[in-house]
């Protein structure tokens, strides 16, 4: 049973002027088997606290501890937290001009599993993935999202998520420019995902995608921290009457 501990994380951003404090404490744990929801209005941190914890060379863990299964994930490289166990879906996913879908992903399948699949399973298992996710098996031969729309991009996450399998998965703002049918896509492809195995931490604006995915967890993040937290009715609240009163309590 995996477990993601955050623990009074501080954390700053490299700016022109200098670094800028963004995470102000934040206390948060994922077990595996939990769906835990992060909801917030923009500029709270939200996505600073994804890349910190991914290892983001931007952003610095000023004091705090993050530990994964006890391991202190703070003293990993960026490819060892990956190997650990740790997946972020990003919100704003890179185009890698040059290198295949086909070969981006048979390459981290090997680095994350130890070896090499064998190609004969693993190329009946993406195509059954991608089927699952409605991505044509002509997006295997184009550049990793070159050109890709944004739904296709985080079609493209929600694959990797699948082949990969990680113990926990972050996703930042997965719902962001998706359309009611890729949304839809998308959720069917993180709920397949979801087990009693791996723990999930959803970052989002909206509600909208938590009517496809329930979390067991809901959090209120401003001013850099975990200001609330509560069951899906949370989520309902905030819909309802917005993170106002929220923010002027995290000011």
Known sequence: MSTLEIKDLHASVSTDDGPKPILRGVDLTVKAGETHAIMGPNGSGKSTLAYAIAGHPKYEITSGQVLLDGEDVLEMTVDERARAGLFLAMQYPVEVPGVSMANFLRSAATAIRGEAPKLRTWVKEVKGAMADLEISEEFADRSVNEGFSGGEKKRHEVLQL?????????????????DVDALRVVSEGVNRYRSPENGVLLITHYTRILQHITPDFVHVFAGGRVVESGGPELADDLEKNGYERFVKVAS
């Open 162 to 178: 699948a082949l990969l399998n990680p113990k926990i998965a972050i996703l930042d703002e997965t719902d962001s420019g998706l």
